[in-house]
């Protein structure tokens, strides 16, 4: 894509952002369009619905919100969405991946991170319905003890980068990134599995998670916990995170 494409479509029209006020992959990039103060339309995608029809297929193959549109040009994927916005959107002031092409890698390592081992292991968990059984006792220990290693890894990786933020002082993708699933995660382990992730003290961690919580652009876009409960309680009765593979 040129540079001179890109120029006239920004200029001609706002961003179309295709999403599900529920869904955490299009909360990353709703925060995104807001932390860049990025003009865009909201277009509601009924999950299930809007999203099986032949104009959004043609949008997006995978049949998923989030999606983006500008003109002609369409972009899927939230990681891959906010990316994009970053480089087209960012400026020096307000950018939320770094230029130094090592800590881009870092920066990079981290945001994947987050769906292959803390979004996959929490979901695990949560989905894991204990019996009475001593073996299903022992597994849920064992999917519990695995997350909690997660978290005080995120918790370190906090640690070390010198500021509140993932990659310091300021917020980038990697935050962006996380804080969506916290925000379900601190509601439904407490409520399905007793398991606070804050009374854990992860000093850091908790600390992020302060931080991010009095950022105005994910404000915005945070649902209510009854809401979380009401919408998990359904997916948890249909075994759903297993059936589309976030979990284990
Ligand atoms: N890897 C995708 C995942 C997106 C995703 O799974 N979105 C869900 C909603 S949270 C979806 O649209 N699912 C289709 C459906 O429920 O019919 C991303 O990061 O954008």
């Not at 920004?10 to 925060?31: D, G, K, L």
């Not at 009475?132 to 005080?152: C, G």
């Not at 890894?153 to 300021?170: K, V």
């Not at 917020?171 to 009374?199: C, H, Q, Y």
Request: glycine share 4%.
């Amino acid at each position: 894509m040129s540079a001179e494409n890109l120029t006239n479509s920004q200029s001609s029209q706002p961003i179309q952002f295709y999403a599900n006020p529920y869904c955490p992959y299009a909360q990353r990039s709703w925060i995104t369009l807001r932390q860049l103060n990025i003009p865009f339309s909201y277009e509601h995608i009924e999950l299930g619905k809007d999203n099986k029809t032949d104009w959004f297929i043609a949008m997006n193959p995978n049949g998923a919100v989030p999606v983006i549109k500008q003109n002609d040009i369409i972009i899927y994927e939230s990681l891959v969405i906010n990316e994009y916005l970053s480089e087209v959107f960012g400026n020096a002031q307000n950018k939320l991946l770094p230029e130094n092409p090592v800590l881009k890698a870092k920066a990079r390592i981290l945001i994947s991170r987050c769906d292959a081992k803390f979004v996959k292991l929490a979901y695990t968990y949560l989905s894991h319905k204990p019996t009475d059984s001593q073996e299903s006792t022992a597994k849920d220990e064992e999917l519990r003890n695995a997350l909690e290693t997660e978290l005080r890894f995120l918790d370190d990786t906090l640690a070390e980068s010198q500021g509140t933020y993932f990659l310091g002082e300021t917020v980038s993708l990697v935050d962006i990134a996380f804080i969506p699933f916290f925000e379900r995660m601190l509601v439904v382990l407490e409520t399905w599995k007793g398991f606070n992730i804050k009374s854990l003290n992860l000093n850091h961690l908790n600390r992020w998670l302060d931080a991010m919580s009095s950022l105005d652009s994910y404000q915005e876009t945070q649902m209510e916990p009854e809401k979380i409960k009401e919408v998990y309680s359904r997916f948890l009765g249909s075994d759903y995170f297993k059936k589309v593979g976030i979990a284990n």
